[in-house]
């Protein structure tokens, strides 16, 4: 397949949907802004017993009456959480959801109490199953699980990945909750398309100089690549046209956790995480890409790095800060 500019694709792709691309992204930011406002009360309503965790989306955070969150277990969901008048469901539908995934929940569906027996069988019995496989459960989607092992690791307060040095946050609604940062272009083929995209962990890096950097995280499971580098670099200039273009770009932001405004000048870090056996497929990408799509877009930049993580029972670890040179 011929090298292609990446960018000037992504260039020709948003001018000719402009402004299908603005009504998607206002309709998302509306619906993670009122989100963000109504779940920062209703994250004091219940809280999740690992290895559970509650997830927000675009199409559940907006509602005039509740909030519905995703309830996963290492990121595949199992069920939903509603939380109304103060009182906390889950619902759970589908059996495979339930069951086709290996996880064998048997509970029929319907809509139990988060704090009745139905929502301490389905806390115990995913308890259960985290333990009895060490951690690293089978599952369909092993990204699920990689990627909330990365969240949880740029929960902690100090020594995130086993590092000292590694100051990072994942973006989070009402500072809580997780979610895929949606995109109108599409890089799952490694080539940018419109339709529905998402970034795995979008997060916020402090510099050591204060200064905070944009990172987008791309995953993939251990021992695989798949053009993970191109997917990184699409996602990171399709950022840059949100923040550059889009009319509500200040209020996406804000919705990012930065007080001031869009500075004159932005650096978004793609971050490739893959085990250590994919380095020669990623500097072999990272040649191409810089052979044919530019790193500098105006007065911004993309940084393109690689993380190579190992994954434990509990924890990923990364072999050396990916920001140091």
């Given amino acids: 397949m011929e090298n292609k500019n990446l960018s000037s694709e992504i260039d020709k792709i948003w001018e000719d949907n402009k402004e299908e691309f603005e009504s998607k992204l206002s309709n998302w930011l509306d619906a993670l802004s009122y989100g963000n406002k109504f779940l920062h009360s209703a994250k004091k309503e219940f809280h999740c017993w690992g290895p559970l965790k509650a997830y927000v989306s675009t199409t559940k955070a907006k509602s005039s009456s509740r909030a519905v969150f995703s309830l996963r277990f290492f990121g595949q969901e199992i069920a939903h959480l509603i939380v109304k008048d103060k009182e906390v469901f889950i619902k759970i539908k589908g059996s495979e959801i339930k069951n086709d995934k290996g996880f064998d929940l048997s509970l029929p569906d319907g809509i139990y109490s988060w704090k009745g027996k139905e ?163 990623f500097n072999k990408e990272l040649r191409s890409l810089k052979e044919t799509s530019p790193l500098q877009i105006g007065d911004d930049s993309i940084r393109l790095v690689a993380a190579y993580y190992k994954e434990k029972s509990d924890s990923i670890t990364l072999e050396k800060d990916p920001f140091l040179e």
């Fill in 119 to 281: 929502g301490q069988l389905v806390r115990k019995h995913f308890k259960e199953l985290s333990f009895a496989t060490q951690g690293i459960p089978n599952m369909i989607k092993q990204e699920h699980r990689i990627e909330s092992k990365f969240i949880s690791e740029m929960c902690k307060g100090s020594g995130k990945f086993g590092l000292n040095s590694l100051r990072i946050q994942p973006v989070l609604i009402a500072n809580k909750f997780p979610l895929q940062i949606p995109l109108p272009i599409s890089a799952s083929t490694g080539l940018p398309k419109p339709g529905r995209g998402h970034i795995d962990i979008l997060a916020r890096h402090k510099l050591k100089n204060n200064k905070t950097n944009l990172s987008v995280w791309e995953l993939k499971k251990p021992n695989t690549y798949k053009k993970v580098a191109s997917q990184a670099y699409i996602y990171s200039i399709t950022l840059l046209k949100v923040l550059r273009h889009s009319k509500r770009a200040s209020e996406w932001f804000k919705l990012f956790g930065f007080k001031s405004r869009i500075p004159d000048s932005l650096v978004i870090e793609a971050v490739v995480a893959v085990s250590r056996n994919q380095e020669e497929k």
